[in-house]
């Protein structure tokens, strides 16, 4: 089971990225997913989750408004659109997926996702 990130770089302030994560070796389709990042020395914090039908999203309030989490369970893929970056957007992003059991209401817990991917690094300069 595999989940491989990708479409991080750098980006000036203001700027935009899409960031991609597709699985393979198993089906998403009932799992929950989710983006977090992690800044060097800290810890890893959630950015946004969609539910296993994609009618459900959560986000980070530091987020809200600028990114967009979608998926296509038909690709076993998840989205992340970020839009009006910052420098304190900079991080490895990491796409991640529960077994299917997790409750919603934990999305934002790094311990409700039992796979996650190899990570992409986002940098934003000022």
């Known amino acids: 089971v595999q989940l491989v990130e990708s479409g991080g770089g750098l980006v000036q302030a203001g700027g935009s990225l899409s960031l991609s994560c597709e699985g393979s070796?198993?089906?998403?389709?009932?799992?929950?997913m989710g983006w977090f990042r992690q800044a060097p020395g800290k810890e890893r914090l959630f950015v946004a989750a969609i539910a296993w039908n994609g009618g459900i999203t959560k986000y980070a309030d530091s987020v809200k408004g600028r990114f967009t989490i979608s998926r296509d369970s038909a690709k076993n893929s998840v989205y992340l659109q970020m839009n009006s970056l910052k420098p304190e957007d900079t991080g490895v992003y990491y796409c991640?997926?529960?077994?299917?059991?997790?409750?919603?209401?934990?999305?934002?817990?790094?311990?409700?996702?039992?796979?996650w991917g190899q990570g992409t690094q986002v940098t934003v300069s000022s």
């Open positions: 991640a997926a529960d077994g299917g059991v997790s409750p919603w209401s934990e999305s934002p817990m790094v311990s409700s996702y039992d796979y």
């Open positions: 070796g198993r089906t998403f389709s009932s799992s929950t």
